[in-house]
């Protein structure tokens, strides 16, 4: 492995654990987060999370668990091509989307509504809330007691309000400084993998077409590239060869881009990175034809009206559920409960929500509202 950039997040640059613990034998510190994180519940749980379609609609569409690892992968590609921690990078990745609600931005927007009085929900600040106090599995501490790093790459938005709750780790939102580099790639990462992993959902499903993409440039010019090179190739393998090449495009784009920022702001240590608007990003044309696809995808998916129907029904159960515990806290499992009588029971009702997979939502559902369910 090449020697880590003077700029790179190290063991020995690390601001360190909330509780000190002895150095690993066999691993990196950031290996042992990234540990940590897959042992986790919450990591578990993602397997039955919604990406884009609901868990039950199909055994082969994404779910947060396998969004996390592709996002994992690309962070951890780029970070090693640009001689950064990439176990950082991957813990980053894996650990973002912890506490997403279930059924995807539907859950998390209805759960934000239902918390309008009672601070708000983001599933940013939930993942924090999850590896700093949920986790119930070490004798030692609650949560997972992850370096200050992997903790702020999780914190990618926190208004001025809530950083003022956080500490050093709010700080950063305070005073307009940057996060690492390695948690700017996991940001990257993320669109990458979202964006052309939902395109894949969404043909598969039949929401939407070939035809339909051939109103993106970045897509038709690469499924161009695939029918001049294989003519005869079939469908399901026509598009996984255009996502692909659709992927290492952006991924390029993106190491040169990052490369010519890094030579003109001449960074040489992390606390430079911190000084420096954002060292990872795309080209300008890259940039917009990204988000001409972002923009195809929220108009012809996600605002599909078989998705808008789900996810109508996803946020009449979270506000449903979340009533329910409200009027009567005591239906609440105990631990929630106890939880209530310190952080309230809206937080409670938040967490214990926040937590459910989208069939276990349905069933609580189920049991608490219809007759003859126990």
């Known amino acids: 492995m090449s020697e880590l950039a003077p700029y790179a997040v190290t063991d020995a640059r690390s601001r360190g654990r909330r509780v000190a613990e002895p150095s690993p034998r066999t691993r990196s510190e950031f290996q042992r987060d990234r540990d940590r994180i897959v042992h986790s519940t919450a990591f578990r749980r993602l397997e039955y999370k919604t990406q884009v379609f609901v868990n039950h609609e199909g055994d082969l569409f994404r779910t947060r668990l396998t969004h996390s690892i592709e996002v994992a992968q690309i962070a951890r590609s780029i970070a090693r091509a640009l001689n950064l921690n990439d176990d950082l990078a991957e813990a980053i990745a894996l650990a973002h989307d912890l506490g997403h ?34 986790e119930q599995r070490y004798a030692a501490f609650d949560g997972l007691n992850l370096l200050f790093e992997t903790r702020e790459g999780i914190l990618k938005h926190c208004s001025p309000a809530r950083a003022r709750t956080l500490g050093d780790l709010g700080e950063r939102f305070l005073q307009g400084w940057q996060p690492s580099m390695e948690a700017q790639i996991c940001n990257l990462a993320d669109e990458i993998a979202y964006n052309n992993h939902d395109v894949d959902d969404g043909l598969r499903s039949g929401l939407i077409s070939l035809e339909q993409l051939q109103d993106v440039e970045l897509f038709r010019r690469h499924l161009g590239e695939v029918d001049r090179a294989f ?41 430079d990175v911190h000084a420096t608007p954002p060292l990872v990003g795309f080209s300008d044309v890259m940039y917009r034809e990204n988000n001409a696809l972002k923009g195809f995808l929220r108009e012809q998916l996600y605002r599909h009206y078989q998705v808008v129907r789900m996810t109508s029904k996803a946020r009449r159960i979270i506000s449903d559920l979340f009533a329910a515990f409200m009027t009567e806290p005591r ?40 007759v003859g369910e126990v």
């Open 231 to 271: 003519p005869q190739l079939a469908d399901r393998r026509r598009i996984h060869e255009t996502i692909r090449r659709v992927i290492d495009a952006q991924v390029t784009d993106l190491l040169n881009e990052t490369r010519k920022r890094i030579i003109e702001a001449a960074p040489r240590s992390l606390t």
């Open 331 to 370: 239906l609440l499992p105990p631990q929630y409960l106890a939880m209530a009588a310190s952080a309230g029971k809206a937080r409670a009702a938040a967490d214990y929500i926040a937590g459910m997979t989208d069939r276990y939502a349905i069933k609580e559902y189920r049991r608490l509202f219809a």
């Open 101 to 134: 609600t279930p059924f995807g931005h539907a859950g998390q927007d209805a759960l934000n509504e239902c918390m309008g009085e009672h601070g708000g929900f983001e599933h940013n600040l939930q993942s924090l809330r999850i590896v700093e106090l949920l």
